[in-house]
T-cell receptor
């Protein structure tokens, strides 16, 4: 399959470490923020979302933090595993834009054993 | 259950030719979206269908691009007079509805290469 994100910024971590992936957004009217994982040759896969009236949400091994003051979103992955290696995208939904998502540029996560 | 499927997985065409890309959404999903993803970029919104109608086509780059969803299920993205700059992965996604926020499920994409 095609490699996605050949020229993306890369975060390299050791297996078992925690990973933090950051994203800045520009639209203060966005009401939902979503993190997607994309493996080579596949479509984006939903990881976790957060509504704009929250500042933190936890899932299984993942936590999303939202700082609306500085328009910043982060994804924390605990105990990173080789299977977490992929490109990660943040996306936001403009509150007046139906379910249309605006994606960021993405970050490649490389997990080393 | 079956996810979103897209055909073909790869399409190579010559500049100036016409292509059709097909998307089969998850059964029961009324909303369908097309995105385009260039190498090293995030997906870029093209068009959104709620049922049979195109509710938002603001992302279509020009009039060479057109999409249909005649029966509210399968959708076809049509590109006329293809250009080399059209080369990208075309992603389709579906969700239960598009009127309120809910999770979008993506297909594997069709990689279009225009020679």
């Amino acid at each position: 399959g095609e490699s996605v994100g050949l020229h993306l910024p890369t975060l390299s971590v050791q297996e078992g470490d925690n990973s933090i992936i950051n994203c800045a957004y520009s639209n203060s009217a966005s009401d939902y923020f979503i993190w997607y994982k994309q493996e080579s040759g596949k479509g984006p896969q939903f990881i976790i979302d957060i509504r704009s009236n929250m500042d933190k949400r936890q899932g299984q091994r993942v936590t999303v933090l939202l700082n609306k003051t500085v328009k910043h979103l982060s994804l924390q992955i605990a105990a990173t595993q080789p299977g977490d290696s992929a490109v990660y995208f943040c996306a936001d939904r403009f509150s007046g834009g139906y379910n249309k998502l605006i994606f960021g540029a993405g970050t490649r996560l490389a997990v080393h054993p | 259950g079956a996810g979103v499927s897209q055909t073909p997985s790869n399409k190579v065409t010559e500049k100036g030719k016409y292509v059709e890309l097909r998307c089969d959404p998850i059964s029961g999903h009324t909303a369908l979206y097309w995105y385009r993803q260039s190498l090293g970029q995030g997906p870029e919104f093209l068009i959104y269908f709620q049922g049979t109608g195109a509710a938002d086509d603001s992302g279509l780059p020009n009039d060479r691009f057109f999409a249909v969803r005649p029966e509210g299920s399968v959708s076809t993205l049509k590109i006329q007079r293809t250009e080399r700059g059209d080369s990208a992965v075309y992603l389709c996604a579906s969700s239960l509805t598009g009127v309120v926020y809910n999770e979008q499920f993506f297909g594997p994409g069709t990689r279009l290469t225009v020679l």
